[in-house]
């Protein structure tokens, strides 16, 4: 970086709009920044137009051109730039926007295109911030426009939830938005709401997004197409519109009927329906003491403070339309029905579609039991799967009724199971139909006993598949079972081929997955491989008890490895693919932590505790400080790494505002420490600086911040370098010490950039912030809004809340109100989500300084008197305390002699979960007045 560059929003590495880089140059005057509205349009297919007419499409583009740039001047914007085959217009608001963009589409809808086909033109509309430089603007708000746009088909038009909120504070009478639900979009982590517009005279109606457009769901995506069940899909999604549980079940002691995939088929039907997405939590192996935490895990909330998981989980939900896919319940049916119990009556918006041996025998459930497929005359569903897996695995038929005779016999034999129909098929790729006719007689494929009573199929197909295969594949197979959900490839091949090259283990790997003994499926873009529960039962139960020991031996070093590696690559450039990795891997992390509890001094339990606390502490799971207490519990007196995660439990402690608790943790892991030598970390330090500084208790906190900073500051990593250069940019701030702040927080940035490491770059972003934030408030908003955009990208949740609670507090005292609530709104959501006490304090606090300046002096006065009587505070800059409490005196002039008084009284009376409900209620009326 140059000596005396500004630092803006377009200052990324690799950021691009539409393809060409974003540059950061010096700049001789300090920018601005504001907040814009824009519009990206382009034309649907218009390479293919391009290429078929060649001459008329260069006067169609001149008429496009006209009838665009009309449309946004006659709005009151601006085209700041033509892109070949679009614009990119700017408003100051986004219903002026949206008008345009109408008025546009009705333009192109009546103009005659000569010698062309008509143009349909894609628009997409998103308020932002913008950095504005040279009369140009910079910044991530066009890179998101340009990622949102490219979700819409053709004529239609497409908002944010961003440019929605405005619109709705504006008013667009004669204009329909539909809520579209939550997607995501290229290059940004977290899923966005969508809107679609639909106008009187244009757009009357909205078809959908395009094919390309991801909702924003958790429910893996099968690799394998789905046959038959049309009825069964239609009676089961019927069931879910009028019932809010509904347990599929299937035929008693009989697995592989096909639950699993049909509630994935009607999920997907129903998906558009629940604009806050389908999540999907499968508990097979789960013991009924996790099944909240399994939950939460998938739907991506955090314990709250004093609360248990499913309290948390419930809590979250109350105000979310979600459908919840709870898979494979019969392990831990009891904790099942009660969670599912208090998610009806709290969470009216949500609805469960689970599937179980057995009802949950909950209240009000509708039970849908399935049958076996068809296997009557002629192609039923179950012949059709049969062929189509057939064909799968490099089968050739022809379509004579011999061949459809001896396959309804095959499929007949199976009971029409799916999973043993499919077992039955991928070996007809080696074996002629005939051949698998003849097994069946011999006993061999699933039949009647000589008893009369009848058989497993799945087993007896399992049986069957499994015999056939060779030694190796065998003992790769049933080593697969000691997984406790999906893996990748180099899993497989560390825990159950590690004597197979690359090419091998794929080759093996292949085989597996076409005899259907392992299912693949893409979670995250990536493939992942499992073994659907009755098929590990079936591999445990044959795994030698010696092979079962090295399998799961091999288990524990193989997640010991990937979460050491993951501690240490997150800290690297490549963190968003760890982030991934982890997330992918947690099911297995989780139970080699478990499992390791009880082996080798509980060695590998700490060593996955203390590689990714931090991994627990940015992206906010608390689950990891759980496996830390346990750890610490079970772990060997002498074990080097026992002091760190006794730090580890302390932080979690400290997170769940349980200052006492954590400061014990802490010492001890002080203690431990100073009496073994160990190397001394960072863990407990800032649980017992922060249980300090939030819980008032009797604690140096300098000393401790001389040890955290003395800790890290020989650190050759850059990550830690710049995590103590913030910390002291920090200290700095708040003490009012704004240049040693600035030039304590350009050496952190330079830092950043060399790491180029996103969560890094975006911490020395947002302490650039808080230095610069007394002297330049519109060069900090810049920063913290890059620094949010970025942390974002690799899903670090702590950073980016702070980055969101910066620009809450700057738009706010900028007159911003409105803004800022959005922003207290997302603040409430994301501390919620973790539990964090002390933070939703500071959210509720925000929240009664935006209702003062929004007119709302009762209710401002009492949710600040709430605040007041927490022990849980939040250090503030100079500047910024200044302006609050000019913001409140403000609101207390406003009031009546004796109210404000009267107002704090009854504020004081508030709890925490109250305090929230009545912020966010008073801060929906605010924006919608």
Same mark, same amino acid.
Request: one cysteine or more; proline letters at 3%; aromatic letters at 6%.
């Given at each position: 970086?140059?000596?005396?560059?500004?630092?803006?929003?377009?200052?990324?590495?690799?950021?691009?709009?539409?393809?060409?880089?974003?540059?950061?140059?010096?700049?001789?005057?300090?920018? /601005?920044?504001?907040?814009?509205?824009?519009?990206?349009?382009?034309?649907?297919?218009?390479?293919?137009?391009?290429?078929?007419?060649?001459?008329?499409?260069?006067?169609?583009?001149?008429?496009?051109?006209?009838?665009?740039?009309?449309?946004?001047?006659?709005?009151?914007?601006?085209?700041?730039?033509?892109?070949?085959?679009?614009?990119?217009?700017?408003?100051?608001?986004?219903?002026?926007?949206?008008?345009?963009?109408?008025?546009?589409?009705?333009?192109?809808?009546?103009?005659?295109?000569?010698?062309?086909?008509?143009?349909?033109?894609?628009?997409?509309?998103?308020?932002?911030?913008?950095?504005?430089?040279?009369?140009?603007?910079?910044?991530?708000? @066009?890179?998101?426009?340009?990622?949102?746009?490219?979700?819409?088909?053709?004529?239609?038009?497409?908002?944010?939830?961003?440019?929605?909120?405005?619109?709705?504070?504006?008013?667009?009478?004669?204009?329909?938005?539909?809520?579209?639900?939550?997607?995501? @979009?290229?290059?940004?982590?977290?899923?966005?709401?969508?809107?679609? *517009?639909?106008?009187?005279?244009?757009?009357?109606?909205?078809?959908?997004?395009?094919?390309?457009?991801?909702?924003?769901?958790?429910?893996?995506?099968?690799?394998?197409?789905?046959?038959?069940?049309?009825?069964?899909?239609? &009676? *089961?999604?019927?069931?879910?519109?009028?019932?809010?549980?509904?347990?599929?079940?299937?035929?008693?002691?009989?697995?592989?009927?096909?639950?699993?995939?049909?509630?994935?088929?009607?999920?997907?039907?129903?998906?558009?329906?629940?604009?806050?997405?389908?999540?999907?939590?499968?508990?097979?192996?789960?013991?009924?003491?996790?099944?909240?935490?399994?939950?939460?895990?998938?739907?991506?909330?955090?314990?709250?403070?004093?609360?248990?998981?499913?309290?948390?989980?419930?809590?979250?939900?109350?105000?979310?339309?979600?459908?919840?896919?709870?898979?494979?319940?019969?392990?831990?049916?009891?904790?099942?029905?009660?969670?599912?119990? %208090?998610?009806?009556?709290?969470?009216?918006?949500?609805?469960?579609?689970?599937?179980?041996?057995?009802?949950?025998?909950?209240?009000?459930?509708?039970? /849908?039991?399935?049958?076996?497929?068809?296997?009557?005359?002629?192609?039923?569903?179950?012949?059709?799967?049969?062929?189509?897996?057939?064909?799968?695995?490099?089968?050739?038929?022809?379509?004579?009724?011999?061949?459809?005779?001896?396959? !309804?016999?095959?499929?007949?034999?199976?009971?029409?199971?799916?999973?043993?129909?499919?077992?039955?098929?991928?070996?007809?790729?080696?074996?002629?139909?005939?051949?698998?006719?003849?097994?069946?007689?011999?006993?061999?494929?699933?039949?009647?006993?000589?008893?009369?009573?009848?058989?497993?199929?799945?087993?007896?197909?399992?049986?069957?598949?499994?015999?056939?295969?060779?030694?190796?594949?065998?003992?790769?197979?049933?080593?697969?079972?000691?997984?406790?959900?999906?893996?990748?490839?180099?899993?497989?091949?560390?825990?159950?081929?590690?004597?197979?090259?690359?090419?091998?283990?794929?080759?093996?790997?292949?085989?597996?997955?076409?005899?259907?003994?392992?299912?693949?499926?893409?979670?995250?873009?990536?493939?992942?491989?499992?073994?659907?529960?009755?098929?590990?039962?079936?591999?445990?139960?044959?795994?030698?008890?010696?092979?079962?020991?090295?399998?799961?031996?091999?288990?524990?070093?193989?997640?010991?490895?990937?979460?050491?590696?993951?501690?240490?690559?997150?800290?690297?450039?490549?963190?968003?693919?760890?982030?991934?990795?982890?997330?992918?891997?947690?099911?297995?992390?989780?139970?080699?932590?478990?499992?390791?509890?009880?082996?080798?001094?509980?060695?590998?339990?700490?060593?996955?505790?203390?590689?990714?606390?931090?991994?627990?502490?940015?992206?906010?799971?608390?689950?990891?400080?759980?496996?830390?207490?346990?750890?610490?519990?079970?772990?060997?007196?002498?074990?080097?790494?026992?002091?760190?995660?006794?730090?580890?439990?302390?932080?979690?402690?400290?997170? &769940?505002?349980?200052?006492?608790?954590?400061?014990?943790?802490?010492?001890?892991?002080?203690?431990?420490?100073?009496?073994?030598?160990?190397?001394?970390?960072?863990?407990?330090?800032?649980?017992?600086?922060?249980?300090?500084?939030?819980?008032?208790?009797?604690?140096?906190?300098?000393?401790?911040?001389?040890?955290?900073?003395?800790?890290?500051?020989?650190?050759?990593?850059?990550?830690?370098?710049?995590?103590?250069?913030?910390?002291?940019?920090?200290?700095?701030?708040?003490?009012?010490?704004?240049?040693?702040?600035?030039?304590?927080?350009?050496?952190?940035?330079?830092?950043?950039?060399?790491?180029?490491?996103?969560?890094?770059?975006?911490?020395?972003?947002?302490?650039?912030?808080?230095?610069?934030?007394?002297?330049?408030?519109?060069?900090?908003?810049?920063?913290?809004?890059?620094?949010?955009?970025?942390?974002?990208?690799?899903?670090?949740?702590?950073?980016?809340?702070?980055?969101?609670?910066?620009?809450?507090?700057?738009?706010?005292?900028?007159?911003?109100?409105?803004?800022?609530?959005?922003?207290?709104?997302?603040?409430?959501?994301?501390?919620?989500? %973790?539990?964090?006490?002390?933070?939703?304090?500071?959210?509720?606090?925000?929240?009664?300084?935006?209702?003062?300046?929004?007119?709302?002096?009762?209710?401002?006065?009492?949710?600040?008197?709430?605040?007041?009587?927490?022990?849980?505070?939040?250090?503030?800059?100079?500047?910024?305390?200044?302006?609050?409490?000019?913001?409140?005196?403000?609101?207390?002039?406003?009031?009546?002699?004796?109210?404000?008084?009267?107002?704090?009284?009854?504020?004081?009376?508030?709890? !925490?979960?109250?305090?929230?409900?009545?912020?966010?209620?008073?801060?929906?009326?605010?924006?919608?007045?």
């Amino acid at each position: 970086m140059v000596p005396g560059t500004k630092v803006t929003s377009t200052a990324r590495a690799g950021a691009t709009l539409n393809g060409s880089p974003l540059l950061c140059v010096p700049m001789s005057a300090p920018p /601005s920044t504001s907040r814009r509205t824009f519009l990206f349009t382009d034309i649907e297919s218009s390479t293919r137009m391009w290429d078929q007419y060649p001459d008329a499409m260069l006067d169609a583009l001149d008429l496009h051109d006209q009838v665009l740039v009309q449309a946004v001047s006659d709005a009151g914007g601006d085209v700041i730039r033509h892109t070949g085959d679009g614009i990119i217009a700017v408003f100051r608001g986004a219903a002026t926007a949206v008008r345009a963009a109408l008025a546009a589409q009705r333009g192109l809808g009546q103009t005659e295109w000569p010698d062309v086909e008509p143009l349909r033109v894609r628009m997409g509309i998103h308020s932002g911030d913008v950095l504005l430089r040279g009369g140009e603007h910079h910044g991530w708000a @066009l890179n998101f426009t340009s990622r949102l746009h490219a979700l819409a088909h053709g004529g239609q038009v497409v908002v944010s939830g961003a440019a929605m909120s405005e619109v709705g504070r504006d008013g667009l009478p004669g204009v329909e938005f539909i809520d579209l639900g939550l997607h995501h @979009l290229r290059d940004v982590a977290e899923p966005i709401r969508v809107y679609g *517009v639909t106008g009187v005279g244009v757009l009357e109606h909205f078809d959908g997004l395009r094919d390309t457009a991801r909702r924003a769901t958790s429910v893996p995506r099968p690799r394998t197409s789905f046959i038959g069940r049309a009825a069964d899909v239609d &009676r *089961v999604a019927g069931e879910l519109q009028r019932h809010q549980v509904v347990t599929i079940t299937g035929i008693a002691g009989i697995a592989g009927i096909g639950k699993t995939r049909l509630s994935l088929e009607v999920a997907s039907l129903l998906s558009e329906t629940f604009t806050d997405g389908v999540v999907m939590t499968e508990l097979t192996g789960v013991s009924p003491a996790q099944v909240g935490a399994a939950l939460a895990k998938s739907l991506g909330v955090e314990r709250r403070s004093l609360r248990s998981a499913d309290e948390s989980v419930v809590e979250w939900l109350r105000d979310k339309r979600v459908l919840l896919l709870l898979d494979s319940c019969e392990d831990a049916s009891d904790a099942v029905r009660e969670l599912v119990h %208090a998610i009806t009556l709290e969470a009216a918006g949500c609805k469960v579609l689970a599937t179980s041996h057995e009802p949950l025998d909950v209240e009000g459930e509708q039970v /849908s039991r399935l049958l076996p497929l068809d296997v009557g005359a002629g192609r039923s569903d179950a012949v059709e799967l049969f062929f189509d897996r057939a064909r799968g695995a490099g089968a050739d038929f022809d379509d004579s009724a011999a061949t459809l005779l001896l396959v !309804q016999q095959i499929c007949r034999s199976v009971d029409g199971l799916p999973l043993a129909i499919e077992i039955a098929a991928s070996n007809a790729g080696s074996l002629a139909l005939l051949d698998i006719l003849d097994a069946v007689k011999a006993g061999e494929l699933p039949g009647v006993t000589g008893s009369g009573t009848r058989r497993r199929s799945v087993v007896d197909a399992l049986e069957l598949a499994f015999g056939r295969l060779d030694p190796a594949s065998r003992d790769a197979f049933v080593r697969c079972s000691v997984f406790a959900g999906s893996f990748d490839r180099a899993a497989f091949a560390a825990v159950a081929a590690p004597a197979l090259d690359g090419a091998e283990v794929l080759t093996m790997l292949r085989s597996l997955v076409d005899r259907s003994l392992i299912t693949s499926e893409t979670r995250r873009d990536r493939t992942r491989f499992r073994l659907l529960e009755p098929v590990r039962a079936f591999a445990e139960h044959r795994c030698r008890p010696e092979e079962l020991a090295s399998a799961r031996s091999a288990f524990l070093r193989h997640y010991c490895n990937v979460a050491e590696r993951a501690g240490e690559e997150l800290r690297g450039p490549d963190e968003a693919k760890w982030v991934s990795q982890i997330e992918l891997d947690f099911d297995n992390l989780r139970a080699a932590h478990g499992r390791g509890l009880s082996v080798d001094g509980a060695d590998v339990a700490v060593r996955i505790v203390a590689a990714l606390w931090d991994f627990a502490f940015m992206r906010m799971r608390s689950e990891i400080f759980d496996w830390g207490e346990a750890a610490a519990d079970r772990s060997d007196a002498n074990h080097p790494l026992r002091a760190m995660v006794l730090g580890v439990t302390a932080m979690g402690y400290w997170l &769940r505002e349980q200052p006492a608790k954590a400061a014990a943790f802490a010492e001890e892991s002080l203690r431990l420490e100073r009496d073994t030598g160990a190397t001394r970390s960072v863990p407990a330090r800032m649980a017992l600086m922060n249980s300090a500084e939030y819980g008032g208790m009797a604690v140096d906190v300098r000393a401790l911040m001389a040890e955290v900073l003395d800790v890290t500051k020989d650190s050759a990593s850059p990550y830690w370098q710049v995590n103590a250069d913030v910390l002291r940019v920090l200290a700095y701030s708040f003490a009012g010490r704004p240049e040693q702040a600035q030039s304590m927080a350009s050496a952190a940035m330079m830092t950043a950039r060399r790491s180029e490491n996103p969560s890094t770059i975006a911490w020395a972003l947002f302490a650039k912030g808080m230095a610069v934030e007394p002297t330049d408030s519109e060069h900090a908003e810049a920063l913290y809004e890059d620094g949010l955009e970025r942390s974002r990208s690799v899903e670090n949740g702590w950073i980016g809340a702070m980055c969101t609670t910066r620009l809450a507090s700057l738009r706010r005292r900028h007159g911003g109100w409105a803004d800022a609530m959005m922003l207290v709104r997302e603040l409430f959501d994301t501390w919620g989500r %973790a539990g964090h006490r002390s933070h939703l304090w500071s959210a509720v606090r925000q929240a009664a300084l935006c209702l003062a300046d929004a007119g709302d002096a009762e209710h401002a006065a009492m949710l600040h008197r709430a605040t007041t009587l927490t022990e849980l505070h939040a250090p503030q800059l100079p500047t910024e305390a200044q302006d609050d409490a000019a913001c409140l005196e403000r609101a207390k002039a406003a009031a009546a002699p004796g109210e404000w008084v009267r107002w704090e009284a009854r504020g004081a009376d508030l709890d !925490q979960l109250a305090a929230v409900q009545m912020a966010t209620a008073r801060m929906e009326l605010a924006l919608r007045r």
